[in-house]
């Protein structure tokens, strides 16, 4: 098993923001310099997207370069048909494939070219999507793997049992599938800016509320989350927006801050004639900016206008994490989510917690929840009169310091690494 260091081919040049580079003929063994860790090459969305997974990517990348270890982005997402680079690491592009599985073993050499150490792959993405890739010549792939149903689909648990794949759980609720499966599993949860996504984030002094124009005296409710999909519908838009519009129906303070794509141009649903079917009135919806939506909204901005919200709205169909949940928390802001997957130990012990019934996702063979409206409600009207008292604000704040991205890629990433070196050397 393995994947031997590749030698390059002298005169092959590749592109890089413009001007040809050579891949070196050789390369010097960075073991004689007393430094024998892998490499890393990571696979997932571009670090320079404000999806989650490129949030994620871009902190643990720059994390993992200043501890001096090589590190090079491979993407899924983002950029395509140029090498690049981002805060000075690497960044190969996207292949044909939807999700670059057909790129992952020429990435990795690339990478090995370029570094001369022996390098393992880290994914960061549904791994259901690499099936039929050719991944049997690569030592070791950590895949940091989203789990959101129930129990963990079969074709998740086949990729999990290969020899040279090291599964790490990104929940706890991921890790307890693993173990029914019987598959040795790692557990590192997402991390989040906590310096960033704070209580009482500002843009030049701005508040979020006064970007928004929203008054200071109402009562908002906020959706984060991608408009992708229909059937199933993962966010589970129309039983939230329901259930909001039964809300907004019964208080006139109410209004909905909604962070998301509004047209269903990414394959998702048109939510302004859903908004509508819901009884949501016209005037107490707020939209982001639909262009700063599609270019990318800064962290600071969007701490900002997580600190607008008196609640966020995310009872999903299934969570194989839930960034949105954990950054607004940290900003004091408490989160309705479903009873399922991994969204319960999100908002432990300050959040609201809706109840669902199972739905069958037949392409995934295996479960998701779909969140009952009139238990949604009820959280909301839970939250209505409870959300901004100090004490639960506090609470969330608490639990989203437990997942600053500092303290996980200490207490987490780092013993992962070391034995990734480990399971390298043999």
Not at 22 to 28: E, K, N, R, T
Not at 183 to 205: E, L
Not at 277 to 301: H, K, M, S
Not at 309 to 319: F, H, I, Q, T
């Amino acid at each position: 098993m393995g994947k031997k260091k590749g030698t390059g081919h002298v005169g092959r040049h590749t592109q890089q923001r413009g001007r040809a580079v050579a891949i070196p003929s050789a390369v010097d063994d960075r073991s004689k310099s007393g430094d024998a860790r892998a490499g890393i090459c990571w696979h997932s969305n571009f670090a320079g997207a404000g999806t989650g997974y490129g949030v994620q990517t871009a902190q643990v990348a720059r994390q993992i370069k200043a501890t001096g270890r090589p590190v090079t982005l491979s993407n899924n997402y983002g950029t395509q048909g140029f090498i690049t680079e981002c805060e000075g690491i690497g960044v190969l592009p996207s292949g044909y494939h939807p999700y670059s599985a057909d790129i992952l073993g020429a990435h990795l050499k690339y990478t090995e070219d370029q570094t001369g150490r022996h390098t393992a792959l880290i994914t960061l993405f549904d791994t259901w999507v690499f099936k039929g890739a050719k991944v049997e010549d690569i030592k070791l792939i950590a895949s940091w793997v989203p789990i959101d149903h129930t129990p963990a689909p079969p074709d998740v648990i086949e990729w999990c049992k290969r020899d040279n794949v090291l599964p790490i759980a990104m929940a706890k609720y991921g890790a307890r599938m693993l173990d029914a499966a019987g598959i040795n599993n790692r557990y590192i949860p997402h991390g989040v800016d906590t310096k960033v996504f704070q209580p009482g984030a500002t843009v030049d002094g701005a508040t979020g509320r006064q970007l928004l124009n929203i008054p200071d005296d109402a009562f908002v409710v906020g959706m984060i989350a991608a408009n992708k999909g229909v059937a199933p519908m993962r966010k589970a838009w129309g039983e939230n927006l329901l259930a909001l519009g039964q809300l907004m129906a019964k208080h006139d303070d109410v209004y909905v801050y909604m962070h998301t794509e509004k047209r269903g141009a990414q394959g998702g649903a048109d939510l302004i004639q859903l908004a509508g079917a819901c009884g949501i009135p016209e005037n107490r919806i707020v939209w982001t900016d639909q262009w700063a939506y599609y270019a990318g909204l800064p962290p600071f901005v969007l701490a900002a206008l997580m600190g607008a919200m008196d609640v966020n709205l995310a009872a999903s169909r299934g969570e194989g994490f839930g960034v949105p949940v954990i950054e607004a928390a940290a900003c004091g802001v408490p989160s309705v989510v479903s009873n399922f997957t991994a969204q319960p130990e999100l908002v432990e012990g300050f959040g609201y917690i809706a109840a669902v019934q199972p739905y069958w996702d037949a392409p995934q063979s295996s479960w998701f929840a779909t969140p009952l409206v009139h238990s949604v409600l009820e959280e909301l009207e839970h939250a209505y009169d409870t959300a901004k008292e100090p004490l639960r604000k506090a609470a969330a704040r608490a639990h989203a310091d437990t997942y600053d991205n500092e303290l996980v890629f200490q207490d987490y990433w780092l013993p992962v690494l070391a034995e990734i070196d480990e399971l390298m050397a043999t």
